[in-house]
């Protein structure tokens, strides 16, 4: 009978260094995943190599000047690893560099110029005598590790491959392959919080907060943060559709055609938040928190989003756009134009600060298994080329690239909330109930 005590053994490990790189926005329990990988591997006889903040310093490397330990990159070992798994932050950093910016086709992987800094990236990691590779990022940085992976299967036989694995993050919680991602449930804890507290605010002043949520393609953290703390509305870029949506044909700034675009139609979204708070006066509440998720800065008219900067991803900067101002306005305006009365509403932006929280339990839990997960896709399975995920009660899984990036355009797929799911109707069910 095998010792139910005992670390499982793992019988040859070829692997004699690994690199872990963390890229995209911060997330709590971030550290529980390097630090649980970083132990599984060392502990299991393989040096751990931590990236410093994501590939910077590797898409610039062109071979001159070596990497330097400290500056680009640092030895976890057991020693930095004490207690770290439950604190705060990143120890390796982050950024947003991206080496698979300009790749959007598979064709494109033959071509040089368009490969150079995944060359370069590849070049960095060699250069550091690494035997595999891990990312953990959010579904851009999955689309430059499975960018990284295809770019390496072009290489010549004779050219070592670095097997690469995914562990997926983000606050927002919209990611194929995974029911929960880490950090969600303390970034929903600690927004919910501050929405609890911003409450007891509105109602010792008759006011109202409209409190724009992280959350760019999907409204989970936005949903999650308003049924937590109990606020009295959620919307999101799931509820633009119906009466709520609305189209406009712009001309592209890059190809100069004329194109169709969905908008959010913002008089009937602020009309469905003015019955609200007429509903909750008529109970003698005369204040509350409306949740929206910033997301909805991606279906403003055209005129709105002019001019934005947008990242490595091609996102736009929505933090330059400041959404809850400009719907507070809105909302302020429509307000007084259906009971002929006044109502302060302040807008603020929630989320930067959640991103570094104190990690719950939960989410150590998951980022530890993840990390965990890491070594055993790559020391126990042999795998390449897959994402860590886990089901039912931490039950490891490894996903595929291909089952969750477009093998066509090598995009992935984001997870939004389904308006008939029994977790949307959720938020509905708690909400003050309108004519």
């Known amino acids: 009978m095998s010792d139910p005590l005992a670390r499982p053994k793992t019988s040859d490990n070829p692997i004699q260094r690994v690199a872990i790189l963390f890229s995209g926005g911060p997330a709590p329990a971030a550290n529980s995943v390097i630090g649980a990988a970083a132990i599984a591997f060392t502990r299991g006889g393989t040096e751990v190599i931590g990236i410093k903040h994501g590939y910077s310093s590797l898409q610039e490397y062109d071979g001159s000047t070596p990497l330097e330990e400290g500056k680009d990159y640092v030895i976890l070992g057991e020693d930095c690893l004490e207690r770290a798994r439950t604190t705060p932050g990143i120890i390796i950093g982050t950024a947003r560099a991206n080496p698979g910016k300009v790749i959007s086709d598979p064709e494109h992987l033959n071509d040089p110029e368009r490969t150079a800094p995944m060359k370069r990236t590849y070049d960095a990691l060699r ?98 943060a308003a049924i937590s703390g109990e606020a009295c509305l959620a919307i999101s870029v799931e509820d633009v559709k119906g009466d709520y949506a609305a189209e406009e044909t712009i001309t592209n700034p890059v190809t100069g055609e004329e194109e169709t675009r969905k908008i959010m139609n913002m008089d009937k979204l602020m009309d ?26 991606e279906y403003l008219p055209y005129s709105y989003l002019e001019g934005i900067p947008r990242d490595d991803h091609g996102h736009i ?52 298994q993840l990390g965990v997960g890491a070594f055993r896709a790559l020391v126990e399975e042999g795998l390449n080329g897959v994402m860590v995920s886990v089901k039912n009660q931490f039950d490891l899984r490894y996903v595929p690239f291909e089952e969750l990036v477009d093998p066509e355009n090598l995009v992935t797929v984001v997870r939004y909330i389904k308006t008939d799911s029994d977790f949307h109707q959720l938020a509905r069910y708690l909400e003050q109930e309108i004519d």
Request: overall charge neutral; proline content about 2%; charged content about 25%.
């Open 272 to 297: 469905r938040a003015v019955r609200t708070m007429i509903k909750r006066e008529e109970l003698g509440k005369e204040f509350g928190v409306i949740v929206v998720a910033e997301g909805l800065a």
């Open 317 to 368: 900067a929505i933090s330059q756009i400041n959404l809850c101002q400009l719907l507070t306005k809105r909302l302020s305006a429509a307000y007084e134009a259906a009971t002929g009365k006044t109502r302060k509403i302040n807008g603020l932006q929630l989320g930067y600060e959640s991103r570094c929280t104190q990690p719950t339990a939960f989410d150590v839990m998951l980022g530890s």
């Open 127 to 224: 250069s550091l005598d690494v035997d595999a590779f891990i990312s953990i990022g959010g579904d851009d940085t999955l689309k430059t590790a499975n960018k990284f992976k295809l770019f390496q299967d072009t290489l010549g036989d004779d050219a070592k491959k670095l097997p690469v694995v995914h562990l997926p993050k983000t606050i927002d919680n919209d990611y194929m392959g995974i029911d929960f991602t880490f950090g969600f449930f303390s970034a929903v804890d600690f927004l919910a919080t501050e929405i609890r507290n911003l409450m007891f605010d509105a109602a010792a002043g008759r006011a109202y907060f409209l409190c724009e949520a992280m959350g760019r393609s999907a409204g989970w953290l936005a949903y999650g």
